[in-house]
């Protein structure tokens, strides 16, 4: 089974901030990389899918990076509305999910 | 307008079956499979298995023979099915979409049924 791991756990950040998340692979995901946004209460929401492709209506501050084993969500200046936990989601081989990365606003 | 809405006891008693219907609108089901998540409160989702478009499925190891997933396309409704439920089975059931035959992801969620296991 892949499994998946992201970091940082916890990240705390100020509004304008340039953000970065990482999400590894145990193996080799051929890019079926996807980031999830969710906010407490709700369902999982939908930002990048395969690697570096912005979902629709996603705003473009989102952006997603990375190959192989080692993938990244950038969040290129962090609003309010972005304080969540984010998921990716590998679906190379079967799915498996990260544990989530719990964003705040410092 | 795609929907999904899943449907489910609030509260399940140890070691009974759990039940839960997923509500599709805005699409057949015979074009998209839907997936079926948990996320336990407080931690990650774990995906469980799959209905796929053509009606077969597929579920995760975890779960081994706990857990069926079966479907009424003439009602456009999906089921999950476990057995044997433990306490840490509680946890917030999600019904997910895909497009068959490609590698779109995951792209429209139900709200979620949350499901506690009480002794």
């Known amino acids: 089974d892949i499994q998946m791991t992201q970091s940082p756990s916890f990240l705390s950040a100020s509004v304008g901030e340039r953000v970065t998340l990482s999400c590894k692979a145990s193996q080799n995901i051929n890019k079926y990389l996807d980031w999830y946004q969710q906010k407490l209460g709700e369902a999982p929401k939908l930002l990048i899918y395969?690697?570096?492709n912005l979902h629709t209506g996603i705003p473009s501050r989102f952006s997603g990076s990375g190959s192989g084993t080692d993938y990244t969500l950038t969040i290129s200046s962090l609003q309010p509305e972005d304080v969540a936990t984010y998921f990716c989601l590998q679906r190379n081989s079967w799915y498996t999910f990260g544990a989530g990365t719990k964003l705040e606003l410092k | 307008q795609v929907q999904l809405k899943e449907t489910g006891p609030d509260l399940v008693q140890l070691t009974q079956t759990l039940s839960i219907t997923c509500t599709v609108s805005?699409?057949?089901?015979?074009?998209?499979?839907v997936h079926w998540v948990r996320q336990p409160p407080g931690k990650g989702l774990e995906w469980m298995g799959a209905m796929w478009n053509g009606g077969g499925t597929d579920y995760n190891s975890a779960f081994k023979s706990r857990l069926s997933i079966s479907r009424d396309t003439s009602k456009s409704q999906v089921f999950l099915k476990m057995n044997s439920l433990q306490t840490d089975d509680t946890a917030k059931y999600f019904c997910?979409?895909?497009?068959?035959?490609?590698?779109?992801?995951?792209?429209?969620w139900g709200q979620g049924v949350m499901v506690t296991v009480s002794s």
């Open positions: 395969n690697t570096n």
């Open positions: 997910a979409r895909h497009v068959a035959y490609t590698t779109d992801p995951f792209d429209y």
């Open positions: 805005g699409f057949s089901l015979t074009t998209y499979n």
